[in-house]
């Protein structure tokens, strides 16, 4: 079972305890003691000096979260929310993210905000999640910031303002936020509300791929590979697709299938080549089908196989690829 959101469980003292002092504990808890409940709820929660008991970690969390305690109340909108020790309530969840939130909580007015941006458990607001966002932001969460930026950035029940997405984005930049340093880099790369510098383009991708983000890291591997904002590398934009490629992004697999098949720059390598084209395939990409399907047809990479490649080309032709349905044609005439 998942455990719930651990940012939220953090307290000062150790969560395991003795026998006797787990029963002073709960001795304390069951006295009114705020702290204890919320210090018990958060053991059963987790598992941790005790055995998981989410329906205990239930019965703590309300019992600090009736005396008005925002971790408590958070932590039991999370539970109702996804339904963990409990039958998934929304309108329980939304009143108590709203309880937590009114007290404060950074998270608990991200968390509204993100449930009135997407339209879950209430109805689509985006006036709504801005103030949310707005109110997370003052405390200085980077995430609320960087989905400001995006509001504005796309024009979400507010004018669209540029100048004021990439405002927010910087501040959460600033904070280290990835995803903030990702749209920075989409800005400055495409001149969306900006002179475009792929320089600075650059400079954003590469330091949210430092974070291992998985489109700044196939964003990077571009750059390399055409020489925007850096100088043209293809070992180093092999470097970076595969790093996204290990994190199953779909376009860096085919980009390494094509680069490995190719050899351009680097080390020709069908056996590589067939492996990312598969990779990319498997994942609904309909040239890397029809690459693929080529490869085995022809016995690239790999033992000639028309069973495969005819697999492949089928695949590709359902995906629009004319000429895969060609190929399909030739091996069914063939009686393959």
Do not use: W
Request: glycine fraction near 8%; charge should be neutral; aromatic fraction near 12%.
């Amino acid at each position: 079972m998942k455990k719930l959101l651990l940012a939220i469980f953090l307290i000062s003292t150790s969560l395991f305890v003795t026998a006797n002092e787990l029963t002073a504990l709960e001795d304390k808890a069951n006295k009114g003691d705020v702290s204890s409940q919320l210090k018990l709820g958060i053991m059963y929660s987790l598992g941790e000096g005790v055995k998981q008991d989410l329906i205990k970690a239930l019965k703590y969390y309300e019992l600090a979260a009736n005396q008005g305690d925002a971790k408590a109340q958070l932590n039991l909108a999370v539970m109702y929310d996804r339904g963990e020790g409990v039958i998934p309530d929304m309108a329980k969840a939304i009143k108590y993210y709203e309880q937590s939130a009114n007290q404060g909580s950074a998270l608990a007015q991200l968390l509204l905000g993100t449930k009135y941006d997407a339209g879950k458990l209430v109805k689509q607001d985006y006036s709504k999640a801005r103030e949310y966002y707005e109110m997370s932001a003052k405390s200085g969460n980077a995430q609320a910031l960087s989905l400001l930026g995006v509001m504005y950035e796309e024009g979400k029940g507010v004018l669209q303002d540029y100048s004021k997405a990439r405002e927010y984005y910087e501040l959460a930049s600033d904070q280290n936020y990835d995803h903030a340093q990702l749209a920075l880099g989409l800005m400055y790369e495409n001149a969306r509300g900006v002179e475009q510098d792929f320089s600075k383009a650059f400079k954003y991708y590469e330091l949210a791929a430092n974070q291992d983000n998985v489109e700044a890291l196939l964003n990077l591997g571009n750059m390399y590979a055409k020489g925007k904002g850096t100088v043209q590398d293809n070992l180093k934009a092999v470097k970076y697709y595969e790093l996204a490629a290990n994190q199953g992004d779909v376009l860096a697999q085919y980009n390494l299938g094509v680069m490995y098949y190719y050899g351009d720059s680097i080390k020709q390598d069908y056996s590589k080549a067939l492996k990312y084209y598969e990779l990319a395939a498997k994942q609904g990409d309909s040239l890397a089908q029809y690459n693929a399907g080529s490869m085995y047809y022809q016995g690239k990479g790999g033992n000639q196989n028309y069973i495969k490649a005819k697999q492949y080309f089928r695949l590709a032709c359902e995906g629009g690829e004319n000429e895969a349905c060609d190929q399909y044609s030739i091996l069914n005439k063939q009686g393959h």
